[in-house]
């Protein structure tokens, strides 16, 4: 068994839970951050049989679009002026990023 763990748009993740159930995969969806942009991005686990990763990326692939966000630049760790000009930067988001890894057990009590 595998789990892919998937951090995706908040926007998609509606589409995307509806989806991976309709197709009867099983789901769990956590709110997390992400580290560069320190806003909400979900997370979303599927618990799944190796022959079936394909499909589950498939879904993943059909539902999920990229964007682009715009933030802060980050002010850096070492200055000689002393003076920080923040300006803006246009980073792509998404569709997603996915990790695929192994189950050593699977147990449900
Ligand atoms: P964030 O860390 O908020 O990153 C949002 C987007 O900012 C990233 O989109 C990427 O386009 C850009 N970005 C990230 N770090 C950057 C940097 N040091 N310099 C310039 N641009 C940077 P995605 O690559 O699509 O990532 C979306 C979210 O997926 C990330 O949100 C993070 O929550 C997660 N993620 C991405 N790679 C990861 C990894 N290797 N391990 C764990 N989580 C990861």
Do not use: E, N
């Given at each position: 068994m595998k789990l892919v763990i998937a951090i995706v748009q908040d926007e998609d993740t509606g589409r995307l839970v509806d989806e991976l159930m309709k197709n009867k995969f099983g789901v769990t969806k956590l709110a997390s951050t992400g580290g560069f942009l320190k806003s909400g991005n979900t997370t979303i686990i599927v618990g799944v049989e190796k022959e079936k990763i394909d499909d589950v990326i498939e879904i993943i692939r059909s539902t999920c679009k990229s964007r682009k966000r715009v933030t802060t630049s980050p002010a850096p760790t070492?200055?000689?002026?002393g003076v920080y000009t923040p300006y803006s930067v246009e980073v792509q988001v998404g569709g997603a990023t996915i990790f695929v890894v192994d189950v050593d057990k699977y147990e449900k009590l």
């Open positions: 070492t200055w000689s002026s």
